[in-house]
């Protein structure tokens, strides 16, 4: 049974309070019909100080049996299951005056995941959340996803439109700015962004996807932090720096606000060159040092060789103040009005144990995706993107032993890349309703060649309010 929460209550008041709104709204439709469809149930003023939206995401997901010639701890079930989350979020803002705002989110999140989410690096739906071990379930209330505060320095006198959206209420920036934010957000609200594969709601649902997978971000276990971020953008490219606190334990809900010994940085550069004409070419360089109590790979072996541990346990090596960095470079394509491609690389130090977001070391991605203009229907997408992952040698020798992550773990490993392909088509239906259908293929799960491989069919349904 679902639990009926705070969040959905507020949803149906703000239907309730601009049904009005609504049918002036298809009133303008009908006489401006060369306008795309409104995509939003409710119209969102472009000049209120106050803003007020929300989403409904619902993600059924189910795989039939698979090979599997042994199964452990932190192992994909082989046996046919099926899995339905949602995330229903409720976005507030205040713009204060033209160059200050402040950002609230409320969220609520449920449901049950395949498998729990283990078993896989690149597992299939964003919107899972993986409950941490037996005495520390997370509360199944309403949560607080969001709250900043968002300033703009004006560097030019010129200015650009900009498009209004939960994360930004200004319609109008300076063409060169330097922004400041400070609050609770996501890491990946900010940073490794690609047109083509960033949103689990509208677009792919793999974790390795919409995110690369080797960037370590930081992140509780329902994927948010505390920080602050600088960011400069000029008209050709952009610079962001940001500061976030790390999770006590590897994936874990409590955030460490000691930030002398755990803490993360992040730094990403992004170009936006003019390759062809009219189309958007974007680059982004990412690197990451993440500071926290880690454990050693290595160690863990080496621990286990010398009797002193039954199995390899990398939280018997964990230790204050230990560093893991990466890098990651991103790019996105319009070859077309309707055609795009996306593309990610990422590569981490594999040295010491993945913490905040998922067991992945390198990764590459391509992705492509094309709007349906072509067949009568804009607002319609599909999409395919293929993913490989890799882990370093000491990360496979710990997990071949026998050894635990917080993902993995089938008791022994028989070493593959994990290639995960995807496909989507997503039906925009009326206003803000989208249904999408959605299939993954996973070859060697977890990167083990004795499991798998695995079709997972999923159907989502999308409300934007």
Partial sequence: MFHLPVTLVLLALLCSTTLAQVAQSDESAEQNPEKNPPVTMLPHSET????????????FQSHPGFPANYSGTNSFQNTGETGLTRVLTLYTGLQITPRDELLFDLE??????LSNALGLAGFTDLDAVRIPGEGSPLSTNPYMARVMYHHIFALSRESIAAERNPLSLFTKLPARRLEFRIGKFSTADYFDLNSVASDSHLQFMNWTVDNNGAFDYAANTRGYTYGAILDYEDRNWGMRFGEMLMPKVANGDQLDADLARARAE???????????KDRKTIFRALSYVNHGNMGDYRESIDRFLQGIDPTPNIEKTRQQGTIKYGFGLNAEQELTRDLRLGA????NEGQHESFAYTEVDSTVELAADYAGRSWKRPSDKTGLAYVSNGISKDHQEYLRLGGLGFLLGDGNLNYGRETIVEYYYMAHFWRGIFASFDLQHINNPGYNRDRGPILVPSLRLHIDL
């Fill in 344 to 347: 990610r690389w990422g590569w």
């Fill in 108 to 113: 609520e999140s449920g449901g049950s995941a």
């Fill in 266 to 276: 992040n730094m990403e550069f992004e170009l936006r060159p003019r390759l062809l």
């Fill in 48 to 59: 209120s100080r106050f803003w007020v939206s929300g989403q409904m995401n619902f993600i």
